[in-house]
């Protein structure tokens, strides 16, 4: 008997590690909203030291909000904003297509897309 719940037990592990994995690898649709340059690291030569630049661009989807960051400093091409993008996320990675362009950069943070503020009803016009 304990052998069968045992097997059972694996099974629904397995069911959903799957699933979850799956959805890691699915293909999403989103547009890069915004680009900035953040201090990503420092760099030190003799008694001075400089920050090292980089670009964080936010792509948000249909619920979520991504910051993204290159992940080597060979990438200098600056992504146009309000591109949409063809994008899947592995673990902390993001993949994604810009104008038929592949990129590979590391996921900083994600954020829930807060719905925008409810637009109040138009005035009604005066009754004659």
Same mark, same amino acid.
């Given at each position: 008997?304990?052998?069968?719940?045992?097997?059972?037990?694996?099974?629904?592990?397995?069911?959903?590690?799957?699933?979850?994995?799956?959805?890691?690898?699915?293909?999403?649709?989103?547009?890069?909203?915004?680009?900035?340059?953040?201090?990503?690291?420092?760099?030190?030569?003799?008694?001075?030291?400089?920050?090292?630049?980089?670009?964080? &661009?936010?792509?948000?989807?249909?619920?979520?909000? &991504?910051?993204?960051?290159?992940?080597?400093?060979?990438?200098?091409?600056?992504?146009?904003?309000?591109?949409?993008?063809?994008?899947?996320?592995?673990?902390?990675?993001?993949?994604?297509?810009?104008?038929?362009?592949? &990129?590979?950069?590391?996921?900083?943070?994600?954020?829930?897309?807060?719905?925008?503020?409810?637009?109040?009803?138009?005035?009604?016009?005066?009754?004659?």
């Amino acid at each position: 008997m304990n052998m069968k719940k045992m097997s059972l037990g694996l099974a629904v592990v397995a069911i959903c590690l799957s699933a979850a994995w799956a959805k890691d690898k699915e293909q999403m649709q989103g547009t890069v909203v915004s680009e900035n340059s953040v201090a990503c690291g420092s760099q030190s030569k003799g008694k001075k030291s400089s920050d090292i630049m980089c670009q964080e &661009y936010v792509i948000r989807t249909d619920s979520t909000e &991504y910051h993204v960051r290159q992940e080597k400093e060979a990438h200098k091409e600056l992504l146009p904003v309000n591109a949409p993008v063809e994008l899947s996320i592995s673990k902390d990675k993001m993949k994604f297509k810009v104008n038929g362009k592949s &990129y590979e950069m590391l996921v900083v943070s994600e954020s829930a897309v807060t719905a925008p503020p409810a637009q109040p009803p138009a005035p009604e016009a005066p009754k004659q």
